[in-house]
């Protein structure tokens, strides 16, 4: 009787035991989300280390947070400028040999600061780096576009914002010049005649700063504003995009007295401050987007950035172009994107930003004044972790660089309740995507290096690591992956090696991961899955590709004539499965892109926009019936932009959704076809906003939106829902005691 008890207690403890474990790691896995939030989000370092540090003295914690922990503390080591970052790197390797993806980290981490040290050691003295209190609502894209500018003595900065009107209910753009001390903080630009303003750049002298101005009638113009008596002038003829050609950037001449903008049509065109047109130079220049960022010193060189090609148009290189028009040169190759650029008199070094080591840092490069080659390798000069580096610019005599810098988290989350405050962290990625039950939230690890594909409970908790393999990059970095209707496989492609995209399968319910096709693209191309999980397709070059789960057999199901597929957007099969709609760009002068829908039975072709509609579009989302499907479409020409429906049975394009003063971009249904819930974006601010289809009355749904990230996944039968929201955190660094 005795052992029986006994025998009792043990079983119960057995029991206990286990019902307990699943609960610690949930909370241990919640306490690293808030540890997350409070060094990256709020930049309370030292309280992040506290927290991490509880998590690692936790025995039952799963061991991999914990080595993710451990690695966390040398990181916020590693910002504070503290030498514990070595010992907390040191013990990653030490005591979690057997978690590999960490112990890769911190070794990294541990050999860049190794080579700062040493670089320190050799230099006379080491550059000063100093945080400017001055806060920045207006960040950068990865373009590195100037938002923001210094005087060339460093006392003054000019920056974008946007301000109120008298009532407080209109926000326009407007530029705002400070000390660099934060204050005092004045208003340049008194009027409310521009909707958007690009560009501000002090002139070498610091007498003028010049900018991109857009008024309410979609008319631009390049302006200079006096910095002494606040004078405003137009130096060069309006022009709207379409019509007088595109504007790529503008930079000051040396002397303070000429500006050099790019126009589409004209070329190389360079205004006076009395706005006269003094040079204009044909340049057929043979890239997409170039961007004119500055000039060299000696106004022999004016610097560029722009993707290679059309068909590469995330490969992102620095350039240079004569004065003359006549030479270009390419300084970076490098797979990945490097841009923006500002120079250095002292040895004629061009500075640049480039994400070629994973986060946006600057990077160094000695130039030949006359032959515009460049001299040796590209240097590392800023070693920013989890942080994205922008906008550049040398000032105080060639002694001090300045820079912005933009701090990310990512969140996926759930809505508490109709308040949109309430929603709670399951956790920190991007691509989240719902199971058809609603019970397993997969996604994208989004910063610390973990690289992979996730998948973790609804609910929170339950974290697992399905592959170490990341998905390729899309359009605005969205991941080339796609979970099946049937929640069993998820499809994605991954970039091996530049221009090298690889197929895979991964099983959800046992890990399996098979790699399928392998093909020489620059561009990750996206999947859809058919709606009976047996096949995916995919757009390569001119053709539309099926293939059948877990095989390597593709077959071409539809070939586009004198075009291509748009192959790093999303293509999207039809409910029915009847069809596959993808993006075309067509061998037509004058068209950009267009929406096809291809037969899956016999890969017959159907255009579904007409010809007027001849600018860019972009998101495919077919209604639940399968009869119409919405996209978004851009006509610069007309300044419009908005949300319009397209009709399988041919009848004419309908506008669904068009807000005054907002850019109505992508979308996409809910599963019952009641609403339509798409990203709307003005000035600065991006929110998700939802389209009652009765009613057709649009209400906010998500604040803090990041394009393609933030709109909904929900189970099949639309009862739950995840979603990302995103948070940035701008800031203006300083480095001091440049050679």
């Known amino acids: ?119 320190q050691k050799e230099t006379t003295g080491k550059p000063l780096i100093t945080q400017i209190p001055l806060a920045m609502r207006e960040g950068s894209t990865w373009f590195g576009e100037h938002v923001f500018d210094f005087s060339p003595d460093g006392k003054k900065i000019v920056f974008k914002d946007v301000h109120k009107n008298m009532e407080n209910s209109i926000s326009h753009p407007g530029l705002f010049i400070a000390d660099v001390s934060g204050a005092p903080v004045d208003l340049l630009t008194n009027s409310l005649q521009f909707e958007t303003i690009l560009f501000p750049k002090f002139s070498p002298d ?122 270009n040169i390419r300084l970076t190759q490098n797979m990945g994107r490097n841009a923006y650029g500002t120079w250095s008199a002292t040895d004629y070094s061009f500075y640049f930003i480039s994400d070629r080591n994973g986060d946006w840092n600057i990077f160094k490069i000695k130039i030949d004044p006359e032959t515009g080659e460049k001299i040796g390798v590209a240097e590392q000069i800023t070693f920013h972790y989890n942080a994205n580096v922008f906008s550049p610019v040398i000032i105080k005599d060639n002694s001090t660089l300045v820079y912005g810098l933009q701090k990310e988290i990512r969140r996926i989350v759930i809505l508490g309740n109709e ?47 399905l592959t170490e393999m990341n998905p390729g990059k899309g359009i605005h970095d969205w991941p080339c992956y796609a979970l099946s209707p049937d929640g069993s496989t998820m499809a994605f492609f991954t970039t091996k090696e530049e221009e090298i995209q690889e197929l895979y399968f991964l099983s959800t319910n046992t890990g399996r ?64 499965g009847k069809y596959i709609a993808c993006f075309a760009f067509l061998e037509e002068e004058g068209r950009d892109n267009d929406i096809f829908i291809v037969s899956t039975l016999n890969g017959e072709m159907k255009r579904l926009t007409p010809k007027e509609e001849w600018n860019y579009k972009e998101s495919i989302g077919w209604y639940p019936d399968s009869k119409k499907l919405a996209y978004m479409y851009y006509d610069p020409e007309n300044d419009e932009d908005g949300i319009r429906e397209a009709y399988v049975d041919g ?69 739950y829902m995840v979603y990302n929201i995103i948070t940035r955190k701008n800031q203006l660094w300083m480095m001091e005691g440049l050679e």
């Open 1 to 119: 009787m005795k052992t029986q008890v006994i025998k009792s207690l043990i079983l119960l403890l057995i029991l206990a035991t286990c019902a307990i474990e699943p609960v610690v790691s949930q909370n241990q896995e919640q306490l690293f989300q808030k540890a997350l939030m409070k060094e990256e989000g709020e930049g309370a370092l030292q309280q992040a280390i506290d927290i991490y540090t509880k998590i690692v003295e936790n025995s039952v914690a799963e061991r991999s947070l914990r080595a993710n922990a451990q690695l966390q503390i040398g990181l916020c080591y590693e910002k504070l400028g503290k030498k514990q970052a070595t010992e907390a790197y040191n013990k990653v390797i030490e005591q979690y040999a057997d978690q590999q993806q960490s112990v890769k980290i911190a070794k990294t981490r541990l050999q860049v600061l190794r080579i700062q040290n040493t670089t």
């Open 206 to 327: 610091g007498k003028n700063i010049s900018f991109a101005g857009r008024n309410d009638t979609g008319e631009w113009a390049f302006y200079a504003i006096n910095v002494e008596n606040g004078v405003l002038k137009q130096i060069s003829e309006k022009f709207k995009s379409g019509e007088s050609g595109e504007s790529y950037g503008s930079c000051w001449h040396p002397d303070s007295k000429h500006i050099v903008s790019l126009n589409s049509k004209k070329g190389l065109v360079t205004y006076n401050l009395a706005g006269e047109t003094t040079n204009t130079i044909a340049w057929n220049y043979d890239w997409c987007v170039p961007r004119l960022t500055s000039h060299s010193p000696d106004g022999k060189w004016i610097s560029y950035y722009s993707c290679t090609n059309e068909d590469n148009r995330y490969k992102i290189d620095c350039w240079l172009v004569s004065s003359s028009g006549d030479k």
């Open 419 to 465: 308040n949109l405050d309430s929603n709670k962290t399951i956790a920190t990625g991007n691509g989240a995507i719902l199971s058809p039950d609603g019970a397993t939230v997969y996604y994208v690890e989004a910063g610390n290096n973990n690289d992979g594909i996730y998948s973790a409970n609804r609910l929170g908790g339950d974290k697992k690591r």
């Open 513 to 576: 991961l098979e790699k399928s096709v392998t093909h020489k693209n620059a561009n990750c191309s996206f999947l859809t899955w058919s709606p009976d999980s047996k096949k995916v397709a995919f757009p390569l070059g001119n053709s539309i590709y099926t293939i059948p789960a877990w095989s390597d057999k593709a077959e071409k199901l539809a070939v586009v004539e004198n075009g291509k597929w748009e192959e790093n957007v999303p293509l999207r099969w039809s409910p029915d």
């Open 651 to 719: 009848s004419p394009t309908t506008e669904m959704i068009d807000q005054p003063d907002v850019w109505d971009y992508v979308g996409v249904w809910d599963p019952k076809g009641e609403y339509y819930y798409f990203e709307g974006h003005y000035e600065n601010t991006s929110s998700v906003y939802k389209y009652n289809t009765k009613s057709k009355e649009i209400s906010l749904f998500s604040k803090n939106a990041n394009f393609h990230e933030s709109l909904p996944s929900w189970s099949k039968d639309g009862k």
